[in-house]
């Protein structure tokens, strides 16, 4: 059965702020609502591998939302690293931040990293995706371009591949793009096809 049937008669809930993960999610024909709670905390405990920082944020930000579950609620959470020579690279702080950011991925291949958390009354799935990013070496005239015309500030790694940095910049990727982007959706799919059997 095809996933929009199987959710016929659930309440699905994408608890997002980003406009990436919601065209994503759309993209499946799935019905959903978005519902935002604020100030829900990013930070994480040290020590964690590249794989427990996601998960870990994903299902953190799952728990704002305890109050709306029921067994036909579900609430979709995700958070994106960005890996680069072991260790974190978060949202730019300011303009010359994001800068710095892309400078450092210039050259480099950095993993991407998505926690995904599915979480009704019920049960609780936490997964996660990697892709890996190939970026050329970039000069700085056009970091200050990129920069300056696109909107980098509410972005992992200070770049949305998906914007005029990923056409220039990129020159490969492994695994999916669409994780890159902010939610693993084809994952998401089986996941969720899983969680309502």
Same mark, same amino acid.
């Given at each position: 059965?095809?996933?929009?049937?199987?959710?016929?008669?659930?309440?699905?809930?994408?608890?997002?702020?980003?406009?990436?993960?919601?065209?994503?999610?759309?993209?499946?024909?799935?019905?959903?609502?978005?519902?935002?709670?604020?100030?829900?905390?990013?930070?994480?405990?040290?020590?964690?591998?590249?794989?427990?920082?996601?998960?870990?944020?994903?299902?953190?930000?799952?728990?704002?939302?305890?109050?709306?579950?029921?067994?036909?609620?579900?609430?979709?959470?995700?958070?994106?690293?960005?890996?680069?020579?072991?260790?974190?690279?978060?949202?730019?702080?300011? #303009? $010359?931040?994001? !800068?710095?950011?892309?400078?450092?991925?210039?050259?480099?291949?950095? *993993?991407? =990293?998505?926690?995904?958390? /599915?979480?009704?009354?019920?049960?609780?799935?936490?997964?996660?995706?990697?892709?890996?990013?190939?970026?050329?070496?970039?000069?700085?005239?056009?970091?200050?371009?990129? #920069? $300056?015309?696109? !909107?980098?500030?509410?972005?992992?790694?200070?770049?949305?591949?998906? *914007?005029? =940095?990923?056409?220039?910049? /990129?020159?490969?990727?492994?695994?999916?793009?669409?994780?890159?982007?902010?939610?693993?959706?084809?994952?998401?799919?089986?996941?969720?096809?899983?969680?309502?059997?």
């Amino acid at each position: 059965m095809l996933l929009p049937e199987l959710l016929r008669g659930y309440r699905l809930i994408l608890a997002s702020q980003s406009p990436r993960r919601k065209e994503l999610l759309a993209g499946l024909d799935v019905e959903f609502e978005i519902i935002l709670r604020p100030d829900i905390s990013e930070d994480f405990p040290s020590g964690m591998d590249k794989f427990e920082i996601p998960d870990f944020l994903a299902r953190a930000k799952s728990d704002a939302y305890f109050d709306l579950l029921t067994d036909k609620t579900i609430i979709i959470t995700a958070d994106t690293i960005v890996w680069l020579k072991n260790e974190v690279v978060g949202k730019p702080e300011n #303009i $010359e931040d994001a !800068k710095s950011i892309v400078r450092r991925l210039s050259g480099n291949v950095h *993993e991407v =990293i998505t926690g995904v958390c /599915i979480r009704s009354a019920r049960k609780i799935k936490v997964f996660h995706c990697l892709s890996k990013v190939w970026f050329r070496r970039l000069t700085d005239e056009e970091i200050n371009y990129y #920069i $300056e015309h696109y !909107k980098p500030m509410d972005k992992a790694g200070a770049y949305g591949i998906q *914007e005029w =940095i990923g056409y220039a910049g /990129i020159e490969k990727i492994e695994g999916s793009f669409y994780n890159i982007m902010g939610l693993p959706v084809q994952t998401l799919y089986l996941e969720l096809q899983e969680f309502v059997k």
